[in-house]
């Protein structure tokens, strides 16, 4: 940098030192200047933020005086309230007074009166007592009669105990008659039993062995086109005969069942689940299946069979032997059958 101070001192005047050396004054001048401004503006935020805590604290005092105050006049408001009351309390007070002063002198007053009424209470305690013996004397009288209930009662309770002992003697009775007749009633049932096996035994005879007419269980089951043509009630004359023949067999069976024996064959009208025709004169399968019942009944009868031992019923289409729409399903579900039981 001599070198170049030199150069320039040859050449002619050099003003950049002094340029420089001025530029650096001011820039050292102008740090300064904002350094003392940002320390200005520390001192000042301070300033100001502790007269923001002051005025804070001023206000929050502000707000507990005015509290205070309004509870100081609440008070205030509440002693003249109480002060009011307590005149109000006094100005009674003395009335009353007043009225207990009248009323003391009122029962001096009637002290007199009150001697008279004390002479006239006593005689009715008199009075009184005499009517009190006079109730003890009742009171006995009726201690004796209470006595004598109790010995009645006491009689009756013998009586109904041996009452209760009879009853459970006729209970003992009954249920044993009970059992005998539960007896007799098995009894029954087993003769009636063996007059069915006798019964379906030769109606297997006179019928023989044919397929549309067949045995399901404790019940004889006839094919309908057996006994009626399609969609009627009417007997053809295959089922009159086969009827013939059943009458026969029932009219045998009445007179060896003994009279004590209440029993009926029960005959039972089942169809398909097909809908009739609306031509017909049925207006639906349960229809049908009852009017053949009543049928095969009347014809039974006709034939010398006793009503009482006699019943139809009708089932439609709701009880069928077999499920299925199929033609061969639909016969065997068209049927009668014969079920003899008790009445």
Known sequence: MALARGRRRAGGADFWPAFVDVLSNLL????FLLSIFALLQFFQSQEISGRDAVLNRLNTQIAELTELLAMERAAKQESAADLAQLQASLSAAQAERDRLRGALESQTAAS?????????????LDDEKVVSQRALSQVEILNQQIAALRRQIAALEDALDASEQRDRESQT???DLGRRLNVALAQRVQELSRYRSDFFGRLREILGNRDDIRVV??????QSEVLF??????????GRAEMDKLAAALVDLEGQIPAEIAWVLRVDGHTDARPLSGSGRFRNNWELSAARAISVVRYLVDRGVK?????????????PLEQGDTDEVYARNRRIELKLTER
């Open 28 to 31: 050292l001048v102008f740090v």
């Open 307 to 319: 009503p009482v031992h006699l019943v139809a019923a009708g089932f439609g289409e709701f009880q």
């Open 217 to 222: 269980g404790d019940r004889f089951v006839f």
């Open 229 to 238: 043509p399609s969609g009627s009630d009417d007997l053809n004359e295959a």
């Open 112 to 124: 007199g009166a009150a001697d008279g009424q004390i002479a006239i209470i006593t005689k009715a």
């Open 173 to 175: 009775r009954i249920a």
